[in-house]
C-alpha cells in the first residue's frame, strides 16, 4: 500500500503528468521513509480527493513527484459530528484529537471552563492547537480519511457558547448533546430523535464535570444532556464513546 501524505497545496489546478516539490512536512516523511525515485504515493489536500503519484527526485533539500490519477473519495461520516471538549490534562488532549479523527468528527473545539486543570491563552494556544492539527493530519494519513479533522482555535467555554446561535440548530438541522448524567436521556434515545439531522455538536466537560451555570448555560443554547450508561467515564474518553456510537451506526 502506498504512502498516504498530506500536503498544504491545492492539488486541484494541477493536472496528470504534472511535477511537483512537496511541501516540507510532506518531503521531510519521503525521506524518513528512504522512499527511491519510482516509489508511489498517494496525496491529499483535504479537498476530498486523492492522487497516486510517483517520487521522481530525492535530495536534501527537495522531494518532487510526478501526479499520476485523481480519484474522489468518501470516507467521511453522513453526519458532521463536532467535538466541544473541555481540554483534559496531561497531555490526553492528543489522544482525544487523533482517535476523533480516526472515527470520522469534522471538527474539534478545545474548551476551557470554571474546573479546567489546563488552561492555555496567547501564543501557547495558538502553539497547542498547531500541534493539534498536526496530529489530526498524521492520524488522517493513517486511517485514509481525505479531509482531515480541524482543530478549532482555544476558546473559554462561556465565550463559545456566547457565539452560538441558540435556534440555529433548527435551521440547520443541527443536533446538540451535552455529556452529563444530570436530567439527561440515553444517548440511544436522542440518536433515535435525531431523525435525518445532518450535524451533532457533542459537548463533554473536564475531570470535575461542567458546574451548574455551565449545563443551564448550555441547555439554554439548545443542549440536550445524554447520559453515557451507569458509569462514570473519563474525561478523554466519553466524547470519544459518543462518536464511536454513531461512527459504529453507519457501518
Known sequence: MAVRLFVEVALATSGEGDDLALPPGAARHVQVLRLQPGEAVTLFDGSGDEWTAEVTAMGRSEVRVALKSRQAVDRELRRAVTLAVVMPANDRMDGIVEKAC??????????????????LSGERAEKKRAHWQGVAIAAAEQCGRAKPLQVAAVKTL??????????????????????????????????????????????????????EAEEQSARARGFHAAKLGPRILRADTAPLAVLGWLALGEC
Do not use: K, Y
Open 102 to 119: 480516526e472515527l470520522g468528527a469534522v471538527a474539534i473545539q478545545p474548551l476551557m471552563s470554571e474546573r479546567s486543570v489546563l488552561r
Open 158 to 211: 462561556s465565550a463559545w457558547l456566547a457565539e452560538l446561535d441558540a435556534d440555529a440548530q433548527t435551521d440547520a438541522g443541527e443536533q446538540r448533546w451535552l455529556l452529563s448524567p444530570v436530567a439527561a436521556q440515553p444517548l440511544s434515545v436522542l440518536t433515535a430523535s435525531s431523525g435525518e439531522s445532518n450535524r451533532v455538536v457533542v459537548l463533554s466537560g473536564p475531570e470535575g464535570g461542567l458546574s
